[in-house]
C-alpha cells in the first residue's frame, strides 16, 4: 500500500501566535506528529512518503533538525488566505508530489496527543469500506444541539439548535465532536473535489475525548501540556510517541 502523509501550515496565526511552530512539551509541537508518522511507517511497512506544504521557513527548518525525509510543497499565496479550505491545500499537495498513491493522511500540526493506533484506526476505516471516499478522527460530544446546545431565536429568545421537543439526552441521536486530527482520504476524492468535505461519503474513527483541545490560545495550549503530562504518566501508547521523540532528532 502506497501512502501519502500531508501535514499543511501555513506561517502566522489569528490566535496563538506561531502556533504551528511553538513549543509543547520541551519540543517544537510539530515533532509529536513527525514521530507519529515515522512509528507508524515502521510498525505497519507500508511505502510512506510525507509532503509538507507550508510557506514557513521557521517551521522547515525546525523540521530539518530531525531525520525524517520529506519532501517541501510551498504553500501559494492563493492558498494561504484566512478562508481557504484544508482539502484545496491537501488537493495542491498530492497532486505536486506527482506519485500515484493508494490513500492520502492528513495529520493536523496542533494535535500533538494522537497515537499509533489512531492513525490506523483512521484509515482502516476507509480500507475497509469500499464506498466510502474519507474518513476523519472524532470524539464524543459532550452537548448535543438537540438537547443542551441554544442559539438566539428571532424573538431574541433561546431555543435548542435543533428544536424537536426532547427532554432527556436518552432521547436524541449520538453526535460526535470532529477533532480535526487525522484524515484519510482516497485520492479520487481529492482529485474531484469542490473542497466540500461531506460531498464524501464519510466514515469515522472515535478517539479518546479528552486528548484533543483546539489550541487557539495561550490557555488552550497550557492546558493541553497539563493534559498530556497525564496522558503520558498514565496510557503508554501516547508515551511511546513523545519518547520517540529522541530517535528522530539529528
Known sequence: MNILFTICARKGSKGLKNK??????????????????ELF??????????????????LLKQ???????????????ELAGDVVGKIDVIKDTYKKMSKNYDFVIDLDLTSPLRTVEDIKGVLDEVVNNPQAELS??????????YFNQVKMNEDGYFEPVINKGVTARQQVPCVYDMNASIYAYRPNFLINSKGKLFDAKTKMYKMKDSAVIDIDNPEDSDLMQIIAKYFYEKYPDYNLVYENIKNILL
Open 41 to 58: 511507517k515502521d510498525k505497519y511497512g507500508y511505502n510512506c512518503d510525507l509532503a509538507i506544504n507550508t510557506d514557513s521557513d521557521k
Open 20 to 37: 504551528n511552530i511553538s513549543n509543547f512539551c520541551n519540543y517544537p509541537i510539530s515533532y509529536f506528529t513527525l514521530s507519529a508518522y
Open 136 to 145: 476523519f478522527s472524532a470524539t464524543d460530544s459532550r452537548r448535543s444541539p
Open 63 to 77: 523540521v530539518k533538525l530531525t531525520k525524517i525525509n520529506f519532501t517541501h510543497i510551498q504553500r501559494t499565496e
